[in-house]
RNA sequence: GGAGGGAUGGCCGAGUGGACGAUGGCAACGGUCUUGAAAACCGUAGUGGGUGCAAGCUCACCGGGGGUUCGAAUCCCUCUCCCUCCGCCA
């Protein structure tokens, strides 16, 4: 979500920057709603303003009303109240009848207000349901560019590209040959684009998890949570991932539950709803958890191996930081997932996101991207945004300053570090031999019994 | 799944129709006292919206939504979540 003023002060600048990311979004019916929202607030505020006053004041009439009722009881039971019967009498008619005036009065104020506060709620609903159509502002550091062919590739590093003296085969074949991964029973079970990971195959994914959260937590301070995997709606629209991204996402059809996408969405809203403390700044997470999409996006694409799944792993880092830091953190979270990379021996290259490729809720993002032999292709195993305010506005996230100052939005982050599936294709496919056996990674042996190979 | 009890400010906890944005306590912050600290005492303090250069004024918010009423933290309905007991289950 973006701040309203910056598209009240600068509606023409937004849907500029909502171009240069090759999207649109509701400017006009947004400025409009958001006038005619304060105009509303105005004459209903106005209104309410007089009811109190009116209701305070039928309140105070009906107190003295009481009393003077007592006191008439009682001078016509005969006692003396200090004044005759006729005028209390007269008193507690004319109180009456003020009072029901009065209620009949601001009951037509009620009437108006009613009516009032329910065009506002139609005029605030659909405002914020166009505030929930703009994509974020790309930083003035991202590459424009309509699509992914205007991303910036960076120079390989890393481990060197490597050399085989025989044909590299790719993991589909060497997956099954050493029964790491079966595609026909995984098809068999879930269909397309499901397969099973099998006694080593599945072993390895499960080291791989297990050292990179060990890594996280150890070597870059995270803080290692474990997310349920099934949410509410409400934590996607926080993330950024609904309205816009509906149809990827895995639902339940009877309870409002859906399937993560990342552990992003779940990670996003720890804090929701939170002032946090400055001093607790950064807040850093790293999660394992299942991933599930529809992939309806790229459907025939990637359809051979394990490169894109309706269902993979990955383990996922997220900080909450001061605004002033984000972009010092977006950098070290880059680091954080190329420091798996290099642990791991592979090469490696970065990519600077163009401002038609970035994700919904990010201003900036890097992607890195490992090479695998056997397919031959650079392929993505990590994401790292930075969504300024984006998310902790839609999630409600701030922080108390610790020198007294205005509470604001804390800045949101996320990395993968990394994605499983495509790690293991680096790692079958650049760890082949000849006789098709698999060099385990030296980092990855004390989580896999100490086994140096794989076949 | 059945029965019952709850949800109030950073925390605890009063408040059951009218001057309540809400008594009180704790924690926090500022001050007095002290060589310093503690204790004691005095004082300040919620969040969001609208408007305004500002001081301010004003509206909303007592788990969410709806209703009754001139007026709702308070009454009614409903949803969510938490607790207790029973049943069932990995």
């Known amino acids: 979500m973006l701040d309203i003023n910056i598209i009240r002060q600068k509606p023409e600048w937004v849907k500029e920057q909502v171009a240069r990311r090759n999207d649109t979004a509701p400017i006009e019916a947004i400025v409009a709603g958001d006038n005619r929202r304060r105009e509303i607030l105005q004459e209903v505020e106005q209104l309410r303003r007089q009811r109190n006053e009116a209701s305070k004041q039928i309140g105070r009439w009906l107190g003295s009303l009481k009393k003077l009722t007592t006191d008439l009881q009682r001078a016509e039971a005969g006692q003396d109240v200090g004044q005759p019967v006729a005028g209390l009498r007269t008193q507690v008619m004319a109180m009456q ?77 060497l997956g099954p040959q050493l029964g790491m991964i079966d595609f026909e029973r995984g098809v068999k079970i879930s269909g397309s684009r499901f397969y099973l990971l099998r006694g080593w195959g599945s072993r390895l994914q499960r080291a791989l998890i297990q050292f990179m959260l060990d890594f996280h937590g150890n070597q870059h301070g995270y803080t290692e949570m474990y997310p349920p995997f099934i949410v509410r709606a409400q934590n996607f629209e926080a993330a950024g991932q609904l309205p816009k991204f509906f149809d990827n996402i895995y639902r339940d059809a009877e309870e409002d539950f859906m399937l993560l996408g990342t552990a992003e969405i779940a990670l996003t809203n720890v804090h929701r709803d939170e002032i946090l403390d400055e001093a607790a700044l950064p807040i850093q997470y790293v999660a394992y958890t299942p991933c599930f999409r529809r992939e309806k996006m ?118 993968s570090g990394l994605a499983l599936p495509r790690v293991m294709i680096g790692l079958i496919e650049n760890n082949q031999q000849a006789d098709g056996s698999i060099i385990v990674p030296e980092v990855l042996r004390p989580y896999l019994g100490g086994a140096e190979l794989i076949k």
Not at 123 to 148: C, K, S, Y
Not at 163 to 171: A, E, L, V
């Open 97 to 173: 009848a003020n009072a029901d005036q009065a209620k009949e009065e601001t009951g037509q104020l009620g009437d108006r207000i009613d009516a009032l506060t329910e065009e506002l709620r139609q005029v605030e609903a659909e405002l914020r349901q166009n505030m929930l159509w703009v994509p974020n502002i790309p930083h003035p550091t991202t590459p424009t560019g309509p699509d992914e062919s205007h991303n910036v590739h960076h120079d390989p590093q890393g481990a060197a590209i490597p050399r085989f003296d025989f044909t590299p085969k790719p993991h589909w074949e």
């Open 298 to 415: 790229s459907a025939g694409k990637d359809v051979r191996g394990i490169k894109r799944g309706h269902q993979f792993d990955k383990v996922e880092m997220y900080q909450f930081v001061h605004p002033d830091k984000s972009y010092e953190t977006l950098e070290q979270m880059k680091q954080h997932a190329v420091d798996i990379c290099e642990a791991l021996g592979f090469p490696y290259r970065l990519v600077e996101l163009a401002t038609g490729d970035i994700s919904y809720a990010a201003a900036k993002t890097y992607d890195i991207e490992i090479w695998a032999a056997g397919c031959g292709e650079w392929l993505e195993v990590s994401s790292i945004s930075n969504c300024e305010d984006f998310q902790a506005r839609r999630a409600n996230v701030k922080f108390r300053p610790a020198d007294g100052g205005k509470i604001q939005f804390v800045h949101t982050l996320n990395a």
